[in-house]
């Protein structure tokens, strides 16, 4: 098993670009999520879902979308860079026992 | 809201010491789950302690859970420099809440 994996790893934007961060698990997790961790804010959750077809916002969503059309993919997208979300962007899935399994991360820098 | 206050911020040892970081919940958690990331790295899973007045260890990490299940801790006995790292709480009402974070560094 890959576990989760996480694409691109360094990503530099110019403000106002979009793009989309991808994440993928193949342990059939229902539960996936994706956080930013920014010095001294730990890791914040920005949206997560309960399975295919469900998505809902977390502590700050604003400026990104997600969608989850399959069990495994969950893409998160930025409509259109700021500076403000430069930051390490980690994917996270779970089943039902709250252990979490995270990927990698993305170094993600907007000048 | 529901919130997850974690202490110390940083904590700086010698290798050998003790460390112990501190969570503390606004509110009455089902679970917390314990985390460790390594610099650079990303969170792994340590532990999940459910049940009120748990205590669980794993070689020198011992995890306590409250008896009013609000608050947890992790002792690490007699540090090594493999513990550096950040270590998180994430609380569990609902929603899942990390706490911020403790960074440790060790001292050779």
């Known amino acids: 098993n890959a576990g989760v994996t996480q694409t691109p790893k360094f990503q530099v934007l110019k403000t106002g670009q979009s793009m989309t961060l991808q994440c993928a698990q193949d342990?059939?997790?229902?539960?996936m999520s994706w956080y930013r961790q920014d010095p001294g804010m730990g890791l914040r959750l920005i949206h997560y879902?309960?399975?295919?077809?469900?998505?809902d916002q977390g502590e700050v969503p604003n400026g990104y979308n997600v969608s989850r059309s399959t069990t495994e993919d969950f893409p998160l997208r930025l409509l259109s860079a700021a500076p403000s979300q430069t930051s390490v962007y980690f994917c996270?899935?779970?089943?039902?026992?709250?252990?979490?399994?995270f990927g990698p991360g993305t170094r993600l820098t907007v000048t | 809201g529901q919130q997850v206050m974690q202490i110390p911020q940083y904590q700086h040892v010698q290798e050998g010491e003790d460390f112990t970081t501190y969570c503390n919940s606004s509110?009455?958690?089902?679970?917390i789950q314990w985390y460790k990331q390594r610099p650079g790295g990303h969170p792994v899973f340590l532990i999940q302690?459910?049940?009120?007045?748990e205590v669980k260890k794993q070689k020198r990490l011992t995890f306590q859970f409250g008896e009013a299940k609000k608050n947890s801790s992790l002792h690490i006995t007699a540090t090594q420099t493999t513990d550096v790292g950040t270590y998180f709480c994430e609380g569990s009402q609902g929603n899942l809440i990390f706490g911020k974070g403790t960074k440790l560094s060790v001292k050779p």
């Open positions: 509110t009455t958690l089902s679970n």
């Open positions: 879902s309960v399975g295919a077809g469900i998505t």
């Open positions: 302690l459910v049940k009120s007045g």
């Open positions: 342990m059939n997790h229902e539960y």
């Open positions: 996270a899935s779970r089943a039902l026992s709250y252990e979490q399994y």
